[in-house]
Nanobody, 115 residues
């Protein structure tokens, strides 16, 4: 069983930066695709970015050029560097990991961008 714990959220001004981290723990030895989704109030949960075990990345169009995802397999962490933040980026950000038959989710971390 895998547990994911996000950290690094907070309040930032328009144009600012934040760095989210996701720490992975648990018994699974497999290294899978991990990434981030986000959910704004009253909206569905949307894909933000992902990274495979080999380091291949994928981004939502809305964050391309502003967000960077990276991972350290030895430290079992995934990091989302968010630059040039906009009020539209305000949401709860969830870390996830894909498994063969399921997906693990963290509890989420709040990101608020003030205008």
């Amino acid at each position: 069983q895998v547990q994911l714990l996000e950290s690094g959220g907070g309040l930032v001004q328009n144009g600012g930066s934040l760095r989210l981290s996701c720490a992975r723990s648990g018994s699974s030895l497999n290294i899978n695709t991990m990434g981030w989704y986000r959910q704004a109030p009253g909206k569905q949960r949307d894909f933000v970015a992902s990274i495979t075990s080999g380091g291949t990345t994928n981004y939502a169009d809305s964050v391309k050029g502003r967000f960077t995802i990276s991972r350290d397999n030895a430290k079992k962490t995934v990091v989302l560097q968010m630059n040039s933040l906009e009020p539209e980026d305000t949401a709860i950000y969830y870390c996830y990991e894909n498994h063969r038959m399921s997906t693990s989710w963290g509890q989420g971390t709040q990101v608020t961008v003030s205008s």
